[in-house]
């Protein structure tokens, strides 16, 4: 995972969604696809078990119905069993796993009825006259905050901020920032242009900084999300 305060600085199926990288399909990977390949009820049982958490943990943090996280849950193994032919192996499977889940999410964000268009104005910095930063909480409350916060509690508080930002700004902060993805991978996952995904992610990650630095004193604080 990456750190939060990295997310804050900057840091059609299936195949489309494999990252480059330079390990490879593990043994026990490459005896669980062939299991897959073959439709033995086994492998199919292997795989919930063995890519159960990864594949629920991806779809609580794009969805954010835990009744859609369930359904996703379902419809994404149920995808990885009929496209298992169609894994090239250009990467490690897990990640394969991992890019088919954030595909049925997207789908399933894509089958809701369309809302009105969300702003993010009123989650970014203000300033006043003189272009000077309006600050909400002062450095002491702020620090006073953070300091009372364990670990999991401050991962909790990026958790749900992020969760507050409108779809189109969080699910490029979630495939660029959390999940590695590269701009040029995460505006063809979304279909949308690489300056768009490069302008929705300088804007939300400049809410989730200004949003987590209302309540608590974050150049001090170092989580994995």
Known sequence: ???????????????QLEIACESRTSDAEAVLIHSLRSREDSGYETLVR????????????YL??????????????IAIFESIDSF??????????????IN?????????????????????????????????ASPRQKSEIGESLDAEQRRQVVRENIDRLPDKYRLVLLLRDIDGYS??????????EVN???????????????MLEQTIDWKHCHVDV
């Open 1 to 15: 995972m990456t750190h939060a305060q990295d997310v804050i600085t900057e840091s059609e199926i299936a195949g």
């Open 50 to 61: 063995s890519y159960g958490p990864l594949v629920m943990a991806t779809a609580n943090r």
């Open 64 to 77: 954010r119905s835990q009744d859609d996280a369930a359904d996703c849950f379902q419809d994404t193994f």
């Open 88 to 101: 090239q192996g250009r990467s490690p499977f897990r990640f394969w796993v991992r890019g088919v889940t």
């Open 104 to 136: 049925q999410c997207l789908m399933t964000l894509r089958k809701r009825k369309r809302r009105r268009e969300e702003s993010i104005e009123h989650m970014l910095p203000m300033f006043n006259d003189r272009g000077r930063r309006i600050e909400v």
């Open 183 to 192: 701009t040029r991978e995460a505006a063809s996952i979304l279909g949308i």
């Open 196 to 210: 768009a995904v490069k302008t929705r992610l300088h804007r939300a990650r400049s809410a989730l900084k200004h």
